[in-house]
């Protein structure tokens, strides 16, 4: 069920099940520019008092995590964290699942990308490694410590995804069939967007954090805003796109609501009467 507004029509119950989880993507959605908004921080904090299991599901890299959230964490505010687009889950005992780039993919990857003269970058669990630099990557490596220059840092590192940068908004590697070797092209920026499995998803992380934690992923909610959040919420039983979300995945959501800025995640406890403990 869509509902255009941001927030629920009257035809809607005020009631929904109580979420068993409820899965949070973290830029745009729990934070703006890298850093979480402090009405999110607040309600993360209240709703960690609740039997409410709270999970960041992000496409970020696990070595370039916001510290803030990073915080969350080891304060068991969270309980666990999936990112890399599903590719890497964790919580404080260690790893949950994690899906490895094979050789025969990365070395397809980087194939591709040398075709189109593209800067691209393999992520670990502990870095990020670029192909090439520019003066915007020199700048950012020089202040992000697990941001590095290694063009063959996946031949020797265990590696989970790829992202690609276009030299431009027309040049999206549209030509590429990346089915055929059993790949993916996800898009999270008019320039930029992620290469992996083509089995790989927020969603099969969320299957193996719900069966980490025995919770039927029809008992979870989810809030998101990009493009790598469609499977998440055709997964889940309650699925939230913030108001400035993709149009696409506004499309597939039970719920819009309204912006960070808005309140929008605060609107959607409120209105499912979801407690937010003082």
């Known amino acids: 069920m869509f509902i255009k507004d941001k927030v629920a029509q009257e035809s809607m119950s005020n009631n929904i099940p109580t979420p068993k989880i409820i899965f949070f993507d973290i830029d745009d959605t729990l934070s703006r520019n890298g850093i979480i908004a402090e009405q999110n921080k607040a309600t993360l904090e209240q709703l960690a008092s609740s039997d409410i299991k709270l999970i960041i599901s992000t496409g970020r ?8 959230i990073l915080a969350l964490l080891d304060a068991n505010v969270l309980d666990a964290i999936i990112c890399m ?3 890497y889950s964790f919580n404080k005992d260690g790893i949950i ?4 780039l094979s050789e025969a993919q990365t070395n397809k990857i980087v194939n591709l ?8 970058k ?11 630099e520019n003066e915007r990557l020199r700048e950012y490596n020089a202040i992000t410590p697990n941001s590095i220059l290694d063009p063959n840092y996946y031949k020797s590192n265990t ?7 276009f030299n431009n908004q027309q040049d999206k590697m549209q030509e590429v069939d990346f089915a055929e070797d059993e790949l993916k092209l996800v898009h999270w920026h008019t320039v930029g967007a992620d ?15 719900c069966r980490h934690y025995n919770i039927d992923a029809q008992d979870c909610m989810a809030f998101g805003d990009g493009m790598n959040d469609l499977e ?5 039983g309650f699925a939230v796109a913030m108001g400035d979300a993709k149009p696409e995945l506004k499309e597939r959501a039970d719920l819009v609501t309204g912006t960070i800025e808005e309140y929008g995640i605060q609107a959607i406890l409120d209105k499912f009467c979801i407690q937010q403990k003082a």
């Open 113 to 120: 990308c040398h075709k189109g003269d593209l800067i691209h």
């Open 85 to 87: 687009n599903g590719q």
């Open 159 to 165: 590696v989970y995804q790829c992202s690609v940068f």
């Open 232 to 236: 998440m919420f055709d997964l889940v």
């Open 97 to 100: 699942s994690h899906y490895p």
């Open 122 to 132: 393999f992520d670990s669990a502990t870095h990020i490694a670029w192909s090439k």
């Open 195 to 209: 290469i992996l499995p083509v089995d790989a998803s927020k969603a099969r992380g969320i299957l193996d954090v």
């Open 61 to 68: 890299s696990k070595a370039i995590l916001p510290s803030d």
